[in-house]
């Protein structure tokens, strides 16, 4: 145990001198996963606090980020094939950049889907249970999504800080980091994170307050 919490204290203070070897090497140490934890747990939190700070937010994030990355995958695409085509011209970036803003697109559309619980939920079977046995099976979506989260928040930590330290770029660039694109997937996890604890706290108010617990998702819904 005292292992552990030395190993979790290193990340931090690696983290504190910015090194990114040292980051690197501090995360490929068995600590890193209660590192992990903590990064979504207070991650989560802060973003719930963010979302009632501002409801804008809670409302458009996902959805905003997702049509933004989006219509710069399309951009790209649209253009670099008229360039090709017409121009025999192309950017050597256009065909390396795409794939890493695919990754953003696809786990904040998971956030989103979360949010809105537009996953498979078996609603129909779900709704002919007792009230008590649909919120656990509620509850057992959420902590599933949690700990897939947690596996990915830290993991793809590790990822980040070892594609900083070998100072791996973008193929095609000069400048631009991979690792720029790869720390935004535990972002977007840390997101997903907090959507599912948001459903925790929604699921446990209607059950108190009697309500429907399971209903048809919506994806039009906010």
């Known amino acids: 145990m005292g292992s552990y919490i030395a190993d979790i204290g290193a990340i931090f203070a690696a983290l504190a001198a910015g090194d990114s070897w040292e980051i690197s090497n501090a995360l490929g140490q068995p600590g890193s996963w209660g590192f992990g934890l903590l990064v979504m747990i207070l991650g989560a939190v802060l973003i719930l606090l963010l979302f009632k700070a501002a409801p804008v937010l809670d409302r458009h994030l996902e959805r905003t980020l997702m049509v933004v990355v989006y219509l710069a995958i399309a951009g790209i695409i649209f253009v670099e094939v008229i360039r090709r085509f017409v121009l025999s011209q192309q950017e050597p970036w256009s065909t390396t950049l795409p794939p ?69 770029m973008l193929l095609g660039t000069d400048h631009v980091m991979i690792w720029w694109f790869v720390i935004l997937v535990p972002v977007a996890f840390t997101i997903l994170a907090a959507r599912a604890l948001e459903n925790m706290i929604e699921d446990m108010r209607r059950f108190r307050e009697g309500a429907q617990l399971i209903a048809m998702p919506k994806m039009g819904d906010s």
């Open 100 to 168: 890493y803003l695919f990754l953003l697109l696809t786990w904040f559309g998971c956030a989103f889907n979360v949010k809105l619980r537009a996953h498979l939920s078996f609603t129909e079977f779900r709704n002919r249970m007792p009230r008590s046995i649909q919120l656990i099976c509620l509850f057992l979506d959420n902590v599933l999504w949690l700990g897939m989260a947690w596996i990915v928040i830290t993991t793809t930590l590790r990822l980040t800080a070892n594609s900083a330290s070998n100072f791996q």
